[in-house]
C-alpha cells in the first residue's frame, strides 16, 4: 500500500515539469537513467547486474517523462522487461491469497513438536500411544493421530521397532553399576614412593581415595576395601561389578570384602591398562591438576592433598560426560544474567594450584 503511493505521487511529481519544459525534462530524464544505471554497474562489478526493487521503481518512474521511441536506446532493459515489471507490481497489488484467514484444523505448535521428536529419540522402543501418554502427564494432551503424523512426517517409525541402543546408550547403562581400582604411586620429594587406591565410579565419575602408604601389603588392601564399603554405604546397591587389574595386591580376601557387597570381581587382561581406562584416565588427571605441582613430603601431605583435590573433583571440577556437572551435583545452576552487578569469588586450593569460583550470594 504505501509502496504504491510512493510510485503514484513520484509519477504525479515528475509529470508535471514534463507538461512545461517537455525537451528539457526528457534529456534530464536521459541523464538520471545513465546515472543510476552506472550507480547499479559499480555497485556490482563482480558477476551480473542484478536490479532491485528500488531500482525497479525508478526507471519505472522516469520512463514516464521519456518518449516511448527513445526507451530501447536509453534503458537498460528492452521495454518489455519494464512493462513486464509493471504487470508484476499491479498483480502483486491484487493478489488477496497470502491474507486469507488460514481455516481447518489448527497447527500444532512447534514446542510441542519438538517435544515428541524428542521422546521418540531418547526412547526408542515407545510407540506413538506411548509417547502420547507423556505429554498429557506433563499438561500437553495431544491425539494419538497427531503424534503418528509427528513422527511419520519426521521420517521417524511411529512404532516400537525403531532401532535399538546404540553403543553409547548401551555403555552408558552399564556403567551405572561398575566401579573400578587402581594404585596410584607418588614420588616424595625424598625419592621414596607412595601408593594409593584410587575407586572410580563409571556411572556417576564420583573418586573415593581410601589411603596412602609406603608398604602395599595384601592385609592393607584388604582394609582399603573395607574402607571402600564404608565410605559408600547405601549407594553401595546399585553398583554390581568391581574392575581391577592382576596385581599380587589384590587377595582372595580383598575381593571376598566386595563380594560380600554383592558385587563381582572382574579382572581385566594381563598388559592391557585400556581395559581400565577410567582409572588410567583420572589417576593422569590427578597428577596433570595436582601432584605435578606439589612436592609431596610424606603420607601424612599425600593424604591431605589427595582428600583435597578429591573434595574438588566430587563438588566443583566439571566434567564432560555430565554435561559440565561435578559428580556430586544432579542439575544445572540458574542462568545469571546479570554480570556486572555479581560479584564473582575465588577460592585458592592447594595454595592456589587449583581454582574454585562461585558467585557472592
Known sequence: MIVSLVYKVTRKLLSVPAVLLRRDTSKDAELLVLRHENAVLRRQLKGPVRYEPADRFWFAALSALIPRRLWRTVFPVTPGTLLTWHRRFIAAKWDYSRRRSRTGRPPTREAIRKLILRLARENPRWGHRRIQGEPARLGHPIAASTVWEILHAAGVDPTPRRSGPTWREFLTTQAQGIIACD???????????????????????????????????????????????????????????????????????????????????????????????????????????????????????????????????????????????????VQQPANVHDFDTRRLLRTRVLGGVINEYRYAA
Request: proline share 6%; net charge positive.
Open 183 to 329: 594404585f596410584l604411586h607418588i614420588d616424595t620429594a625424598l625419592g621414596s614412593r607412595l601408593y594409593a587406591p584410587a575407586f572410580p565410579e563409571h556411572g556417576t565419575h564420583r573418586l573415593h581415595i581410601t589411603g596412602v602408604t609406603a608398604h602395599p601389603t595384601q592385609a592393607w588392601a584388604v582394609q582399603q576395601a573395607r574402607n571402600l564399603a564404608a565410605d559408600l554405604g547405601t549407594r553401595v546397591e546399585p553398583l554390581r561389578f568391581l574392575m581391577h587389574d592382576r596385581d599380587d595386591k589384590y587377595g582372595e580376601a580383598f575381593d571376598a570384602i566386595l563380594a560380600a557387597e554383592e558385587m563381582e570381581i572382574l579382572k581385566s587382561a594381563p598388559r592391557a591398562p585400556r581395559m581400565n581406562a577410567h582409572c588410567e584416565r583420572i589417576t593422569s588427571s590427578i597428577r596433570r591438576e595436582a601432584l605435578d605441582h606439589v612436592l609431596i613430603m610424606g603420607e601424612a601431605h599425600a593424604r591431605q592433598v589427595l582428600a583435597t583435590y578429591k573434595k574438588h573433583y566430587n563438588a566443583h571440577r566439571p566434567h564432560r560426560a555430565r554435561r559440565q556437572l561435578p559428580p556430586d551435583s
